[in-house]
């Protein structure tokens, strides 16, 4: 015998729960990132070269590279931006650089001061073969002491592109050298390398 309730229409069938795992698509996250909508900001760029086993590409961007001249701190590894009035009493210690914005895997960004003398040959000349072909494709280098060079691998999975930060140069070269900028003749390094 089938009740009613008072309006006379019957109720309706209970229906099947549906279980959340039902859907996998739905659990699914793509970027955990974005999990709370969060938006991430740049603070820090590493000026270095790539990790033996960091596979890499390189902005293919003109404007997001600039051949400068820049010191190694031969102690901390660290290296310093040499400003135009400082060159010139720095002349025996900088190199000119092609600094290249560069993207990991894991998706850090660093800028790889890759030397642009055209004369340098052996690891200047591989690694900056590495870094053209990084604009199109996945890449890591390994140093091979025997051969004098660096050996450019490419990555057999090359799925997945750069996300490129969002800054001009200008920023980036900001975050990089904040506090590593040799700007005049008189500057520290260039005081200690005189011997003063």
């Not at 955990?32 to 590409?57: M, Q, S």
């Not at 390994?142 to 090359?158: I, M």
Request: aromatic share 8%; proline share 7%; hydrophobic share 40%.
């Amino acid at each position: 015998m089938t009740t009613s309730s008072g309006n006379g229409a019957t109720p309706p069938a209970a229906e099947t729960p549906v279980s959340i795992f039902d859907d996998l698509d739905a659990l699914r996250i793509v970027d955990p990132a974005n999990l709370a909508g969060d938006i991430e900001h740049l603070t820090y760029i590493a000026v270095r070269k790539p990790k033996r086993d960091e596979y890499f590409r390189t902005s293919p961007e003109p404007a997001l590279s600039l051949v400068t001249a820049v010191w190694t701190d031969e102690e901390t590894r660290e290296v310093h931006l040499v400003a135009p009035a400082a060159r010139g009493a720095m002349a025996e210690s900088c190199r000119a650089v092609w600094l290249i914005l560069c993207q990991s895997r894991a998706g850090t960004n660093f800028l790889w001061p890759v030397t642009a003398d055209s004369r340098a040959r052996g690891w200047a000349e591989s690694a900056r073969g590495a870094a053209i072909l990084g604009q199109r494709r996945w890449v890591k280098i390994r140093g091979d002491l025997a051969g004098g060079a660096y050996v450019v691998l490419e990555a057999a999975n090359q799925s997945g592109e750069p996300n490129w930060p969002d800054l001009p140069l200008t920023e980036l070269l900001k975050l990089a050298f904040r506090d590593r900028v040799i700007d005049t003749p008189d500057h520290a390094v260039v005081r200690r390398l005189q011997g003063y």
